[in-house]
């Protein structure tokens, strides 16, 4: 069943136009990741996305056009955008941070809910009453991770994870997305500059360059493509 | 040390209200980002509601609450449709759109309440005491718990509620509370009103204990009001409280003992600034973004 649906999606900031027609899927239970280099328009997709730039084109996201939508209003549609670079609220507590992720929900298993997600990251319920502030990289890109699954979304987009976090932090974060998607079935798409990685948990990839798809495929037809391989894996 | 206690006492009491101003001003600050010159100018047009509410009969606590009411409406819709169309300029353009407030509401209230002196009655009976040659007017202990009821309530809805954890994750960062759902604009026009229900109520508190509410009356409390909120750090509720009581406090005991500086005691607050941006640029409770990457 297709999730996300992706036509023609062009946009950019003002005057600059970053995408040029995009054309991709990402079906119920996936894992989708898009490679490319630095500027070819990784995050501006993502935000377009998430209704967080102008864009043209069409999205349907579980059957509803939500391109000009506001982004307020695409998240609680079930569309959780985790930002490069984190996007903690770093003078809040690490509970403050996963409740104000519950804000769109209306049920009252908040609390259940954040027991769940501090066993899978034992190190934020150590840190529950601190200011993710005052935590390291590491930890807050699983508090932001975290936090985008507490409005139980359908959808989460990943905006280079791996930014800024030493290699042991990487694959640890990795594998455990990876294992929330095996064992809790959340689709996801993921931008990254760590192909390897990120090819190891995806079922399909695309590869973005100057705003263009130029290479589509699953992740094994993509790990094992020359050009992609020279590209974005470095063997 | 009569005179000593009576300065202190009457310091706090004035202290009270610069707080609940500098509160106004902090609530908008910590969520946008703005320094409100036209803080004192809708607690102003507030009082003159109250004014009027007392002056057809309505009992004064109740005018309060409904004058609190009126104006967090009026404040959220200032933010809605005059700062929320600058809200992206540089701060030198909502600075003067702020400005422009102060002017537009100051001469909004003279066209419509006129210029004249108008008594607003407090609701609680006047009352001094006099133990040892200290002067405690009843005034003071009402606006000191009015403060102290405030700052509880405000604490309780900003530590204890959605809407108030939603209110401190836009004030931390509005691009990422937005991803998460959170509707910024509400949030933003609840900030706003939200001052102008507390100004309002600053309003009412420090009319009352004065001869009466003129067109220039919040703006000497106003001045005092920016000095308190940069002494406790501009995005600190505590900190507005504890600078405002400091404020009230030094210009009264130099009042009290400085016969030199009768009259032109705006001297004191305007130190006070000078001294806290030298020594401790973020205020004392302010925060210095610290932050491990």
Known sequence: MTLLEVEQLTGGYGAVRVLYGLDFVVDAGEVVVILGANGAGKTTTLRALSGSLDAKGHVRFDGRDILHRRTEQIAAAGVAHVPQGRGTITDLTVDENLRLGAYTRRDRDVDTDIETWYAVFPRLADRRGQLAGSMSGGEQQMLAIARAMMARPKLVLLDEPSLGLAPIITQELFRTLGALNREQGISMLVVEQNASLALAIANRGYVLETGSIVVAGSADELGSNDDVRKAYLGF | ?293
Request: glycine fraction near 12%.
């Open chain 2, 1 to 293: 040390m009569a005179l000593f206690f009576t300065q202190l006492l009457t310091g706090i009491q004035n202290g009270a209200v610069y707080a609940s101003l500098a509160i106004a001003l902090v609530l908008i600050f910590r969520t946008t980002g703005i320094l409100n010159f036209a803080q004192g100018e809708m607690a102003l047009f507030s009082t003159y509601l109250l004014w009027k509410f007392t002056d057809s009969g309505l009992t004064v606590w109740l005018a309060i609450i409904i004058t609190m009411a009126i104006s967090f409406v009026g404040g959220a819709l200032i933010e809605r449709v005059v700062i929320r169309p600058v809200e992206q300029s540089s701060a030198l353009v909502i600075v003067i759109v702020t400005i422009g407030l102060f002017l537009a509401i100051n001469s909004l209230a003279q066209v419509i309440y006129g210029s004249g002196q108008r008594a607003v009655p407090t609701f609680y009976p006047h009352h001094i005491w006099r133990p040892g040659g200290v002067i405690i007017s009843s005034d003071t202990l009402v606006l000191v718990g009015v403060l102290a009821i405030e700052c509880l309530l405000l604490f309780l809805l900003l530590q204890r509620t959605k809407l108030g954890l939603a209110f401190r994750g836009v004030s931390g960062n509005a691009e990422s509370s937005r991803l998460l759902g959170v509707p910024v604009g509400r949030i933003l026009m609840v900030g706003w009103g939200l001052s102008a229900a507390v100004g309002a109520l600053a309003g009412a508190m420090a009319i009352p204990t004065t001869a009466g509410l003129v067109p220039s009356s919040m703006q000497q409390i106003l001045v005092f009001a920016f000095a308190a909120a940069a002494i406790g750090g501009f995005d600190s509720v505590v900190g507005a409280v504890v600078g405002g009581i400091i404020v009230g406090v030094a210009d009264a005991l130099t009042i009290g003992y400085v016969n030199a500086l009768h009259g032109i005691d705006l001297v004191v607050p305007f130190g006070l600034i000078l001294l806290v941006l030298l020594f401790r640029p973020a205020g004392l409770f302010g925060s210095t973004h610290v932050e491990r990457v």
